[in-house]
Structure formats: C-alpha cells, structure tokens
C-alpha cells in the first residue's frame, strides 16, 4: 500500500522536481520497506556479491556451498530466487529486486529458518538504496569493466557507485587481485581483507589450473577443486565463492562435494545435446567482456579439435541502453567467430533494425567475410540458420538471453522465450 502510494505521487510530482528529490524518494522507499517488514536483513547473516561478470554465478555456486555445509540459505540472482529448497525463476527483468519485494522476500526467508542470504547486488540498485538497512557480513566484487555506461554517466561513476557499496559496515571484503580495480576496493575499510586470483598475489590462489572441454582444474594450497564448468573466468567465479564460504568458516572438503554435484549454471555457458554430432551453447554473455571471453574460451575448444568453425548468434545489448558497446561486440565476434547471425534480443521501444546495424558497424572494421554475416530480426529463425549450417565438429554460440523467459518488446511486451527450449525443439527438427 505504502509503496502504491508513493508510485502515484511519483506520477504527479513535475518531473524537474521529481528528479531533484528522487534519492530521498529511494531513500524513503528502502526505509519504509525495511520497516514494513521488520528489518529482516538485519537478522540474517547478509552476503553481497557484486561486479561487472560472473555475479549470478558465484551466487548460485556459494548457495550450494552453503546447503551443502548444512546452513539453510537464500538468494537472488538474475537467474532465479531461492529459499531453502524452494527455486523459482527470476522473470522481473531486474536482477536486485525492488525495496518491498526485496525486504518481503527476506523476511519470508527469516521465517522458513534461513540464516543466511547470497544477494546479487547491481550499481542501479545501488543507486536506488535497495543495499541499505541491510547488516552486510561479507561483500565480494568478481571484476569491473564498462558497462551501464550511458546510464551512470561515465565509466568512473560505475565504479563509484559500486565503491558505495563497500563503503556500507561490513565484516569482511573479499576483492579479485587481478582485476585492474581491485585496490580501490581494498581501500574500504572492513575487518577482514581477502584477496583471490590467479596471477597476482592472493591469499587465495588458483595453481596448476588446467582448463578441459567439459571442466575445470586448480589448486588452492594442497586442496584440488574440480567443476564441470568451462573458462578461466570460472575459474575466477570458483574462486570468489571459495574465498566467502571459508570467510564463513565452511570446509574446504563441503566446497568440493558441493562442487561436485553442480552439473551446470542455467544459462551460464550451458551445452545443449539432443545428439548431434556439433556442440551448441548457450550462453548470457552481455557485456564486450564476458563475450569476448566465452568465444575465446570456445574458439580454444574448436582449435583443440584442429577443425571446426565457431558460429556466433549474436543481440547485443537491449534497446534504449549501453549503444557504446554494440559495435564493440560486433567487433569481437568479427575477430573470434567464422560466421556471425545477428538477430533481435530485448528491443524494446528501440528499432531492433538500426541496433543490428550498430553492431554490425563493429564487424566491417575487421576483414570478415560479409558472405558470412547474416541479419535474422526473428530469433528463432536466427537459431535455426546457426544449428542447420554447423558440421561436426563446429561449435555454435547463442548469446545474450542464457535462460531468460522473454524477450522484451515495444511497451514493454513481454514474449515469453527460452533460447535453450527453443535449441532443443530446433535440434529435433533437424532429426
């Protein structure tokens, strides 16, 4: 009721004098919420885990460390929510949830027995306040690159808006030693410092990493984890829940049990097989970063082969947001892929047309076959053109989505979709 109210005045309000007092307006927001429901993060042990990549990730990975080693745990990522045993989908199109249905969701949580709670935590969350009246033990960064550019005004002011997080109370700081930023967050104070990496000096360092096309490898001290997962920057991923569960006291011998049983992240470079004699992966790379990473990490595996392409299906970003970066990753894919299908993702009110051609603005500066591009707006079409042009030993790419339900459309249309449903039906076709 409080938060309907608050929405109707927001309507009301002239815009000029709305966005002059709209941080008290977010302010208000996350303390009503928080009192409406009893101030439940203040009665949980509170886990933040932000960054650029990998952050649903290590949310998913350190929430079945944590059952594992017996402690009942709930969490929020962009994949799903999670109380206890109980999952279901994140389908709000908003990785942190909003103040009442955050503060909501940890108060269940508090009431089903959790003790403790793995948040995802984005910059626009941030920015709105849904990180305070929370009692934060530990906060983690997995990495920083650009992104949501257009919306904080510059790449300093992403990283500042993250430094506000580490800047709320907390216990214990666990920050990435090989990301270019991690001094600026080792600058904030906390109790406890903990760094991981592969490359610099961490306190907990991945060794003999040995990186397999259908797992990864590494040492921590004497201790060796193994995860059906695929990439150094899982590698990074593993890490950072590693780092928080023994922050939390949890054994190294419950981390690798839990490891074990993983078999994949939803969406998350998740392999479709019906069969067929070519590889096919899904995957939410979203980011110039974590794009280019995927198809290295998947070019390396087609290389291995010694024959084989990589075809890329390709959306880039949504409409309306981050343009900075659509001719960034068109340029990746036309240095990484052999054969490129650009195709529609989340337009929403934005000409999905004009974003294929800022994309593939980014492939004409490499010297890619344009015989080899292909502009497919119907997603499913654009799918189908990838899996009927592959041969053994080929691996195709699907980006963007990973195991999102809809697409977004004009006014915000929701097209309910699933690109690993649609691979699958698309497979069978082919049978």
């Known amino acids: 009721m409080l938060e309907k109210v608050l929405r109707i005045a927001k309507k009301i309000i002239p815009r000029p004098i709305f966005v002059f007092f709209q941080p008290f307006y977010h302010w208000l927001l996350n303390f009503l919420a928080a009192a409406q429901y009893g101030w439940p993060a203040r009665k949980i042990t509170m886990i933040g885990i932000t960054g650029t990549n990998g952050k649903s990730t290590v949310v998913n990975l350190l929430a079945e460390i944590l059952e594992e080693a017996g402690i009942k745990t709930a969490s929020i990522s962009s994949l799903r929510f999670r109380i206890g045993e109980k999952e279901w989908p994140n389908a709000l199109k908003m990785t942190m949830p909003g103040r009442f249905f955050l503060q909501k969701f940890l108060a269940r949580a508090k009431k089903s027995g959790v003790s403790h709670a793995v948040i995802e935590v984005t910059s626009e969350g941030i920015r709105q306040f849904r990180h305070k009246n929370v009692k934060w033990r530990i906060l983690a960064i997995t990495n920083l690159t650009p992104e949501h550019i257009e919306s904080h005004g510059g790449f300093e002011n992403y990283k500042q808006a993250k430094g506000k997080l580490f800047k709320e109370p907390h216990n214990v700081s666990v920050v990435n030693a090989d990301d270019g930023h991690a001094k600026y967050f080792l600058e904030f104070p906390a109790e406890e410092k903990i760094t991981y990496g592969i490359k610099n000096a961490a306190m907990i360092k991945a060794e003999n990493v040995k990186l397999a096309d259908n797992e990864i490898k590494f040492l921590v001290g004497k201790t060796e984890f193994s995860l059906p997962l695929l990439g150094e920057f899982n590698v990074y991923n593993a890490l950072a829940a590693i780092a928080v569960a023994r922050a939390l006291g949890v054994s190294d011998e419950k981390i690798k049990l839990a490891f074990v049983k993983i078999k994949n992240i939803p969406g998350r470079m998740e392999f479709i097989d019906s069969g067929q004699l ?151 076709m082919l049978k």
């Open 278 to 428: 070519f590889r096919v992966a899904v995957d939410y790379a979203h980011t110039p970063d974590s794009l280019e990473k995927v198809y290295r990490t998947l070019k390396t595996s087609v290389q291995a082969g010694n024959s084989g392409k990589l075809i890329c299906v390709l959306g880039a970003a949504g409409g309306g947001r981050d343009k900075w970066k659509r001719p960034k990753m068109g340029g990746i894919a036309g240095e990484l892929c052999q054969e490129i299908i650009l195709t529609n993702e989340d337009p929403y009110d934005e000409d999905p047309i004009q974003i294929l051609s800022e994309i593939k603005s980014g492939i004409s500066n490499f010297q890619f076959p344009i015989s080899n591009v292909y502009e497919i707006l119907d997603r499913r079409e654009a799918i189908k053109k990838a899996l009927k042009s592959a041969a053994a030993g080929d691996v195709v790419i699907i980006t963007g989505k990973g195991a999102e339900s809809a697409i977004m459309g004009p006014a915000g249309k929701r097209i309910p979709w699933d690109d690993r449903a649609v691979v699958k039906e698309e497979l069978n």
